[in-house]
């Protein structure tokens, strides 16, 4: 069995609208209300894949839900043309797109079953994403099917908050060797909700079939969840062997590190300090809300938003990185700036599955020529434009509807299966 990283990311849906629902993510609330543009979006995120595939990189992605949520609006006694505003658009919500908040993966090499683990994400803590699981557990099913190989659960009960890989690192000496897991969640936000909880962190770990002697778990900032970091992945990437943070990352940053070098005293930490990039441009930038990969020529590339390269201070710093000796050998910026202006950069867009792609539907992996097809969906059916006010409108419904039924045809989907 032949492991690697597949990078799978939402397909950007035709429902992509800017509503504001999601406190704390400052992007999201400042452009609320604003006209979005699901077809730029969503052509955006198939140019990122295609990025991925000249880097070499096995690429794989993930379909838009259902939307309008029928089943969720009449379990609250409502329909999409009844419902007040809110609901509509949660309703309508496409921020499933966000793979990286789909579930929780545990590699082959960290199980006891020597299986890959998926734990869906219950993403309790908002209510537009409340209803995404029994979708989302419903694909991962269909994609990672083979049970001698893979086990995905259903999502740890509601009680407490889980949001999946965004709070969620993986260290190994390389992809397929036994990896070090940090679960990160947080306790206080400041104004904005601390998203992940630590027993859903640890559940999450037990469902997984994790060793036990090769897990962390360890506390976001409040500064940085009060700054606009709702999620780990806007102040922290990690790859192989290396972390990549910000000074404030964690709440106690040097336990933390000593905790990581302890248990793998190969580790390559680097860390941003704060008298150079602010958390409020790390935010502002997402320069950690990258994809931190490897190369397969050797080295590392941060695949990153084209906010950061517009960023001085973030660039400046980047720059002064890759010149010298550090281990990010290759800056690659990406133009995502329509799930930007909704709060997801790049590795928002993306959930890792370390696996041996055999094993996967071949349906859910890329290549050029997939891409090129979906891109004709996207292209002639997707929305140009929505505008908050349409939210519900019976033209609209049909459209998005329609769009999203197209694009699983395209790619060899059943209706009766997703």
Same mark, same amino acid.
């Given at each position: ?71 969720w609006l009449d379990a609250l006694g409502t329909d999409i043309e009844r419902a007040e505003p809110h609901l509509k658009a949660a309703a309508m919500s496409a921020s499933a797109m966000w793979a990286a908040n789909a579930a929780t993966v545990s590699p082959a090499p960290d199980t006891k079953d020597g299986r890959c683990h998926l734990a869906v994400a219950n993403l309790v803590t908002m209510p537009h994403r409340s209803h995404e699981w029994p979708g989302t557990y419903a ?179 980047? =720059? =002064? ?46 290549? =050029? ?50």
């Amino acid at each position: 069995m032949t492991l690697v990283e597949v990078n799978f990311d939402g397909i950007i849906g035709p429902s992509h609208n800017y509503a504001g629902l999601s406190p704390g993510n400052l992007a999201a609330t400042a452009n609320a209300g604003k006209a979005s543009f699901p077809r730029e979006a969503a052509l955006q995120g198939i140019e990122k894949m295609r990025a991925n595939l000249r880097l070499g990189l096995v690429q794989g992605f993930f379909f838009p839900l259902e939307r309008p949520h029928a089943a969720w609006l009449d379990a609250l006694g409502t329909d999409i043309e009844r419902a007040e505003p809110h609901l509509k658009a949660a309703a309508m919500s496409a921020s499933a797109m966000w793979a990286a908040n789909a579930a929780t993966v545990s590699p082959a090499p960290d199980t006891k079953d020597g299986r890959c683990h998926l734990a869906v994400a219950n993403l309790v803590t908002m209510p537009h994403r409340s209803h995404e699981w029994p979708g989302t557990y419903a694909q991962l099913q269909l994609a990672f099917a083979d049970p001698a190989y893979f086990a995905v659960h259903p999502p740890v009960p509601p009680c407490w908050g889980d949001e999946g890989a965004a709070n969620f690192m993986r260290l190994a000496q390389a992809h397929r060797e036994p990896g070090l897991e940090i679960f990160v969640y947080g306790k206080s936000g400041g104004p904005f909700p601390a998203r992940q909880h630590e027993q859903a962190s640890r559940a999450v770990a037990r469902l997984n079939r994790a060793d036990p002697e090769r897990l962390l778990f360890v506390q976001q900032s409040e500064q940085a969840i009060a700054a606009g970091a709702f999620h780990n992945d806007v102040v922290a990437v990690a790859n192989e062997c290396v972390l990549f943070a910000h000074e404030q990352a964690f709440a106690d940053p040097e336990g933390t590190y000593g905790a990581i070098r302890e248990r793998m005293p190969e580790a390559q930490i680097v860390v941003v300090p704060q008298d150079r990039v602010s958390l409020e441009d790390a935010i502002q930038s997402y320069l950690f809300n990258a994809q931190l990969v490897s190369l397969p020529e050797g080295g590392m590339a941060l695949v990153l938003p084209t906010e950061a390269r517009d960023n001085p201070r973030v660039w400046s710093w980047l =720059e =002064e990185h890759v010149a010298g000796n550090g281990p990010i050998r290759q800056l690659v910026p990406v133009d995502v700036r329509q799930s930007m202006a909704n709060g997801g950069g790049p590795a928002c867009l993306r959930l890792r599955v370390v696996c041996d792609p055999t094993r996967v539907d071949s349906r859910f992996l890329a290549d =050029e020529a997939r891409l090129d097809r979906i891109g004709d969906v996207i292209a002639t059916r997707w929305p140009e434009s929505i505008a908050p006010d349409q939210l519900g409108d019976a033209a609209l419904t049909a459209t998005v509807v329609k769009a999203r039924r197209e694009l699983l045809h395209a790619c060899g989907i059943g209706a009766d299966e997703l």
